[in-house]
């Protein structure tokens, strides 16, 4: 199965997957395998459409490895599901955090439009304490989905 999975990676990231292809990238997504792995895994969840993969890709934004948590946030970006908005939050939060992570969680925040999500926009914002490029990145943003 791992071979038909692997070309499945290649040939079908933006067509409809199977349960079974579903749920096999979602192991493919979890501790253990080989980062790669994990990134082709969660962009080919992330471009599916499928909301079994939302929690998988919730999951992901925790991960240690910032590349994998980057392709996490995008793929929740393009899943646009409420139910990632609170991982997204906690990543725009985290000033540890990579700036360019935390700008692709403001992206995908915006992208989702729920109210917590504009409100989260908003209040980062309207933080002076907060980075200054990414608070430009937010209002660049805000503007783009004409949330203000």
Same mark, same amino acid.
């Given at each position: 199965?791992?071979?038909?999975?692997?070309?499945?990676?290649?040939?079908?990231?933006?067509?409809?997957?199977?349960?079974?292809?579903?749920?096999?990238?979602?192991?493919?997504?979890?501790?253990?395998?080989?980062?790669?792995?994990?990134?082709?895994?969660?962009?080919?969840?992330?471009?599916?459409?499928?909301?079994?993969?939302?929690? @998988?890709?919730?999951?992901?934004?925790?991960?240690?490895?910032?590349?994998?948590?980057? @392709?996490?946030?995008?793929?929740?970006?393009?899943?646009?599901?409420?139910?990632?908005?609170?991982?997204?939050?906690?990543?725009?939060?985290?000033?540890?955090?990579?700036?360019?992570?935390?700008?692709?969680? &403001?992206?995908?925040? &915006?992208?989702?439009?729920?109210? @917590?999500?504009?409100?989260?926009?908003?209040?980062?914002?309207?933080?002076?304490?907060?980075?200054?490029?990414?608070?430009?990145?937010?209002?660049?943003?805000?503007?783009?989905?004409?949330?203000?």
């Amino acid at each position: 199965m791992g071979m038909i999975a692997n070309s499945m990676i290649d040939e079908r990231e933006s067509s409809v997957l199977t349960m079974d292809e579903i749920y096999d990238l979602i192991e493919k997504t979890m501790v253990g395998k080989s980062p790669k792995v994990r990134i082709r895994a969660i962009t080919t969840l992330g471009n599916s459409g499928d909301p079994r993969a939302v929690r @998988s890709l919730i999951d992901s934004c925790k991960d240690q490895n910032p590349e994998i948590r980057r @392709s996490a946030i995008v793929g929740l970006q393009n899943m646009r599901s409420g139910r990632s908005v609170d991982a997204l939050i906690e990543r725009i939060r985290d000033k540890e955090e990579l700036p360019e992570n935390r700008q692709r969680a &403001a992206a995908a925040l &915006a992208t989702i439009r729920s109210f @917590s999500a504009i409100q989260e926009l908003k209040n980062r914002y309207g933080d002076t304490d907060e980075n200054g490029s990414l608070r430009t990145f937010i209002g660049g943003e805000l503007d783009r989905v004409k949330m203000w």
